[in-house]
C-alpha cells in the first residue's frame, strides 16, 4: 500500500503501481521543436498521469489521468515527422509519470528506434528513483531499456534549486542508462558544457 511522506509525497510499495490498471493512454501535451526538455532542439511529449503528487510540481493538471487528449495514431505520426527533421536531437517523455503511462511510451519509443535506430536520443523524466526502477514491474523495465538518459527521482521543494540543469530539485539525477544497466551501477550523464 502507497504511503504519504512527511514532505507530502506519495510513495509506491514495490510493483504496486501498475501501468495497466492506472493509465488511460492520454496525452496532456506534445511541444515540437523546443529547447528546454534536455539538449538541443527537441519534440516533447507530456503522458497524463502521477501517483507521485509531488508538492510545488510544475504540472499538477497532468497528474491526472484523464487529462488532455487519447494517444492517437496520427499524434504519433506528427511526433515521426517532427523528428525526422534533421535539427532535432530527440524526443523527451514527461508527465505526469511517464512510467505509469507505458504503453504509450513503448510504442513510440520503439517505433523511433525502428525508424531512426539511435540517432534520435530519448530523455525521460520520472519520479521512480533508479533503484526502486530497475526492480518495477517488466513494462517499466522495458521503457528503461529504450531510454538514453533518465532524471529520476521525486522533486522535493525543500531541494528546489533554479540554478539546476534539466533538475528541479538536488536529490534527481541526470543518469545515462545504457552504460548503467551495461556496468550494473549509476553512470551520470554529463556533456561538454557541464562544469
Sequence with gaps: MSKKLANGITVPEHQEWRS?????????DYKPFIM?????VRCSIYLSGCKFLCPGCYNVVAQNFHYGSEYTQELEDQIIADLSQSYVQG???????????????????????????????????TGYTWGELIHETEDKQALLKEIDVLVDGRFIQALMDLKLRFRGSSNQRIINVPESLATDRIVLWSDEYDG
Design 36 to 40: 528546454v526538455d534536455g539538449p538541443g
Design 91 to 125: 524526443l523527451t517523455l514527461l508527465g505526469g509519470e511517464p512510467f505509469l503511462n507505458t504503453a504509450v511510451a513503448l510504442k513510440l519509443t520503439r517505433r523511433i528506434r525502428a525508424e531512426f535506430g539511435h540517432t534520435k536520443d530519448i530523455w525521460s523524466w
Design 20 to 28: 495497466e490498471a492506472l493509465s488511460q493512454n492520454y496525452v496532456a
